[in-house]
Nanobody
Framework: VQLQACGGGLVQAGGSLRLSCAVS????????MAWFRQAPGKEREFAAA????????AYADSVKGRFTISRDTASNTVYLQMNSLKPEDTAVYYC????????????????????WGQGTEVTVSS
């Protein structure tokens, strides 16, 4: 599995960005796809996730109502639409894939994810 993330950049507080993660995998429907983020000096934290099959999503409380995760089955791409950005959203954002796509509950721990993209940096200025 290969994951290629892009779309980061510098934006003012209150602005929006859309991150993309291109997924290369044989049987993509078996995966749960997620976005994590890591701010300087902090641990990597879960932001959002989506099942590739049934359209089931999960969000961290800190992003709920502002971020939307989606996937395009035609292009094998996962998106993270980020609105109403805050300075505390500043981080490197990583897309990740969990091959246990049939989990009853979407995992939110980084250790549950098997494949990672290279990260894309998001900076929100105040």
């Amino acid at each position: 599995v290969q994951l290629q993330a892009c779309g980061g950049g510098l934006v003012q507080a209150g602005g929006s960005l859309r991150l993309s993660c291109a997924v290369s995998a044989r049987t993509i429907s078996r995966y749960i796809m997620a976005w994590f983020r890591q701010a300087p000096g902090k641990e990597r934290e879960f932001a959002a996730a989506i099942r590739w099959g049934p359209n089931n999503t999960a969000y961290a409380d800190s992003v709920k109502g502002r971020f939307t995760i989606s996937r395009d089955t035609a292009s094998n791409t996962v998106y993270l639409q980020m609105n109403s950005l805050k300075p505390e959203d500043t981080a490197v954002y990583y897309c990740a894939a969990d091959e246990m796509g049939l989990r009853r509950v979407i995992a939110t721990s980084a250790g549950s994810y098997d494949y990672w993209g290279q990260g894309t940096e998001v900076t929100v200025s105040s």
